[in-house]
């Protein structure tokens, strides 16, 4: 098996000439490169596709093991594109309950309205039956949503499970991966039928830029995803595409710091007495673990913990020297972010911490002394 890294750089690997120059994307038009060939093959315009798109689509559908990617502008442009191309009206679209809240939100505010059957469910409904009965009365054609895992929960969706029941019950499976990305989690490989994920997060991993993608299994989805990125436009710029595609290389090395650091560190925080819960799906104490063990190849950035009060979240982040607040994740930097102030319902004091690339030794030693100083207050 080819380790993470390699992947990453081979992915990556510029089929152009050595040195190749940032693409600045001209809008493809005539009359630069309209020629005698009107097959439509040739780059027409940007919008349709180009090289820069190309180059990183083909890293991305190497790295999930799809069949092809498409990038967009952000991880919710890659949520909403791909429901838009994937759901019909009258069909039920389900959306995690307890996942990403924006999606939530587009969901009842602009699918239902389309007459899509929108419903909510939380990692445990994929797993407790609760699906199965909503794919029952859904009939064909529904479109479901997981996501895992779960931000900023981190429970786990059994996706070889919820893969099963789906293609049972004639139902699609798109799996957000924005938490695990494909280092981490390989969903299609795992049966589901798309990949959504944010990329902004720690595949790019600089907090630099915002990109999302979709990625599939079965070729004959993705003249769907063409139609649908093409006629709403929702694309990615060309600097942001070479910007992403350069930090992809650097991904592996960069993934597999921060899912060392977020284990020590959810260790730390287990023993730590100002601490009152620690959520990482790698702990074998946690509920997430024995699904999280059985499909995942590494856990992820993100650790939870819950301080008494939402002032003793402030002092830990001020005390903390290597702590950015934060509410993205995913970067070089470990940040962290009090999720009650974005209405998830967690407890005031809920941290969602996302471990950087620092020293473990050094983030341990400062996360420490951080939590000490709050203990004493
Ligand atoms: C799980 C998940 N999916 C999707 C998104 C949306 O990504 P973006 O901010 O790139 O639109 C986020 C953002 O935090 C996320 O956490």
Same mark, same amino acid.
């Given at each position: 098996?080819?380790?993470d890294?390699t992947?990453c ?5 510029y089929e152009?000439?050595p040195g ?7 809008v493809?038009a005539?009359?630069?490169l ?8 040739a780059?027409?315009?940007a919008?349709?596709s180009?090289p820069g798109?190309?180059a990183?689509?083909? *890293?991305?559908?190497? %790295?999930?093991g799809?069949v092809a990617? +498409? ?8 949520i909403?594109?791909a ?5 019909r009206?009258g ?5 995690p309950?307890d996942g990403y809240?924006q999606v939530?939100a ?10 899509m059957?929108? +419903? ?6 994929f797993?407790d039956?609760?699906?199965r009965a ?7 054609g ?7 895992p779960?931000?900023?929960g981190l429970d786990?969706?059994d ?5 099963e ?6 139902a699609?499976l ?6 695990a990305?494909?280092l981490?989690?390989?969903? %299609?490989?795992l049966?589901?039928d798309?990949v959504?994920?944010s990329g902004?997060k720690?595949l790019?991993?600089h907090?630099? %830029?915002l990109?999302?993608?979709v990625?599939?299994?079965d070729?004959?989805?993705v003249?769907r995803?063409d139609?649908?990125r093409?006629h709403?436009?929702t ?7 070479w910007?992403?595609?350069?930090s992809?290389?650097?991904a592996g090395l960069r993934f597999?710091r ?5 284990? *020590?560190?959810a260790?730390?925080?287990g023993?730590?007495?100002?601490v009152a *819960?620690?959520r990482?799906?790698g702990l ?10 059985a ?5 992820g ?8 009060? +939402?002032d003793d ?5 001020k ?5 950015v ?6 970067g ?6 009090r999720r009650?102030r ?6 005031e004091?809920f941290?969602?911490?996302?471990c ?9 030693d400062?996360l420490?002394?951080? %939590?000490?100083s709050?203990?004493? *207050?």
């Amino acid at each position: 098996m080819t380790g993470d890294s390699t992947r990453c750089v081979k992915a990556v690997a510029y089929e152009g000439s050595p040195g190749s120059p940032l693409q600045q994307g001209p809008v493809f038009a005539a009359p630069y490169l309209l020629g005698e060939d009107e097959t439509g093959e040739a780059d027409t315009y940007a919008r349709a596709s180009n090289p820069g798109w190309r180059a990183l689509e083909s *890293a991305l559908a190497s %790295l999930e093991g799809a069949v092809a990617a +498409r990038v967009v502008g952000s991880g919710m442009s890659a949520i909403t594109v791909a429901l838009r191309a994937f759901a019909r009206p009258g069909v039920t679209v389900v959306v995690p309950a307890d996942g990403y809240y924006q999606v939530r939100a587009y969901a009842q505010e602009y699918l239902a309205p389309l007459g899509m059957v929108v +419903r909510e469910l939380s990692v445990a409904d994929f797993g407790d039956g609760t699906l199965r009965a909503v794919l029952e009365q859904a009939g064909e054609g529904a479109v479901v949503l997981a996501e895992t895992p779960s931000n900023p929960g981190l429970d786990t969706v059994d996706l070889r499970a919820t893969a099963e029941l789906c293609r049972a019950a004639g139902a699609l499976l798109l799996v957000d991966n924005t938490t695990a990305t494909p280092l981490g989690q390989l969903p %299609l490989a795992l049966g589901a039928d798309v990949v959504v994920a944010s990329g902004t997060k720690s595949l790019s991993g600089h907090s630099d %830029l915002l990109f999302g993608y979709v990625a599939v299994s079965d070729p004959a989805l993705v003249a769907r995803l063409d139609r649908e990125r093409l006629h709403s436009g929702t694309v990615l710029g060309p600097f942001e595409t070479w910007l992403a595609h350069r930090s992809l290389g650097t991904a592996g090395l960069r993934f597999g710091r921060q899912c060392t650091n977020a284990l *020590a560190v959810a260790r730390m925080l287990g023993e730590h007495p100002a601490v009152a *819960a620690v959520r990482y799906p790698g702990l074998e104490s946690d509920p997430s673990h024995p699904v999280a063990a059985a499909q995942m190849q590494r856990f992820g950035p993100l650790v939870t913990f819950v301080l008494p009060t +939402r002032d003793d979240v402030h002092r830990f982040v001020k005390a903390a020297e290597l702590v950015v607040p934060a509410t993205s994740f995913g970067g070089i930097h470990t940040t962290a972010d009090r999720r009650a102030r974005w209405g998830d319902p967690v407890p005031e004091g809920f941290v969602r911490l996302s471990c950087g690339i620092e020293d473990t030794i050094d983030l341990l030693d400062d996360l420490r002394t951080a %939590l000490d100083s709050v203990r004493r *207050a």
